[in-house]
């Protein structure tokens, strides 16, 4: 009989031990973690022409694809666009995007510069940052373009944007800010190629004052335009000289205008606003377009000057824009703007 006792036991963490050396290596069969040097070379030759062949694949793709895009102009460009052909309408100054990342309050105190220079820099650096553009560009890029001179933005020059005329809106006088008669900063969001169609023209594209009429009226039964931009409107074709030479051509550029309202949103708020003007003009000339990428290109703004907003009351502005292939949409936003204006 054998004793049972004088069997000899492994301990099991000892096998364990020596299970996990066999396996990464193995002397009797001389294979590393299960595998021989040639089962290795085989299996890492596989794996580096199976990823560089997803790599080559994904660099094709890749190629492919940037063949199809164009740097100097978007693939897809106005009804074929997300963006559309009505554009949105943009204000500055912006209240603190750290502090009130929802809010449009504009709110100072008058006679505080710490409250009032927070405001009236934003729109200095803005003003400033566009005139600066204009002598970086040069004469090559950038041109002075009037309503006399026929001139307007082609697809290598654009349109310099002036800032030596907005009178009583500058940064000498902290644009009004100081005073609590401030001026804002209105401007058109770019879209690619696209231009306002003139009110005036008929479908011959011939021009008649009946047309024009016709056109205002409708915009204010369809868009909702003030009736005193529509005689605004029909007092500056009036005031055009029909003597002047290239005459056709100065109305139509002064019709492509994309005029500018701004006014108090409520009935309460139309009556605290006070006057309001409009600097150097009352809407975006229509030689600033298109845009196309120009270089040096400057996206043109106007300032709209409070001139005697009611102190101490919350104030809903509301700003639009109006052309014949431009409808303000308070609901998308488009081709509207909106804020509060606090004074104390």
Not at 8 to 18: F, I, L, R, T, V
Not at 33 to 42: A, E, P
Request: glycine content about 6%; charged content about 25%; aromatic content about 14%.
């Amino acid at each position: 009989m054998v004793d049972p006792k004088s069997k000899k036991y492994s301990s099991p963490s000892k096998s364990a031990n020596n299970g996990f050396k066999e396996f990464l290596y193995n002397t009797k069969d001389g294979t590393v973690m299960g595998r021989t040097g040639s089962s290795w070379g085989k299996i890492i030759l596989f794996y580096i022409i199976f990823y560089a062949g997803l790599a080559s694949f994904f660099c094709l793709n890749f190629y492919i694809f940037y063949l199809t895009l164009n740097m100097d102009e978007p693939k897809f460009q106005l009804d074929e666009s997300l963006i559309g052909t009505n554009p949105g309408l943009g204000f500055r100054p912006m209240p603190d995007p750290d502090r009130s990342p929802d809010s449009t309050l504009i709110w100072f105190r008058r006679n505080v510069p710490s409250d009032y220079l927070f405001w009236s820099k934003q729109l200095e650096v803005f003003v400033d940052e566009t005139d600066t553009g204009k002598k970086d560009a040069g004469s090559v890029n950038l041109q002075a373009c009037t309503l006399d001179n026929d001139k307007r933005a082609t697809s290598i020059t654009a349109c310099q944007v002036k800032v030596d005329n907005l009178e009583y809106c500058n940064k000498n006088n902290a644009f009004g800010f100081s005073r609590g008669e401030p001026c804002i900063l209105i401007k058109l969001n770019k879209i690619y190629g696209w231009v306002p169609e003139p009110y005036g023209f008929d479908e011959r594209d011939r021009f008649s004052e009946a047309q024009l009429r016709d056109d205002l009226d409708k915009e204010i039964r369809e868009k909702h335009m003030p009736v005193d931009l529509k005689y605004h409107i029909l007092n500056e074709t009036r005031g055009l000289d029909p003597n002047t030479k290239n005459f056709d051509s100065h109305r139509r550029m002064l019709l492509s205008t994309v005029w500018i309202n701004c006014d108090g949103e409520n009935v309460a708020d139309t009556e605290n606003i006070g006057q309001i003007n409009y600097y150097p003009f009352r809407g975006i000339a229509g030689y600033y377009f298109p845009f196309l990428k120009q270089q040096g290109y400057q996206s043109p703004f106007i300032l709209v000057e409070l001139k005697n907003p009611m102190p101490g009351v919350v104030i809903n502005v509301e700003c639009k824009a109006f052309a014949r292939n431009v409808k303000p949409d308070r609901l998308a936003r488009l081709a509207t703007t909106h804020f509060e204006i606090l004074i104390d």
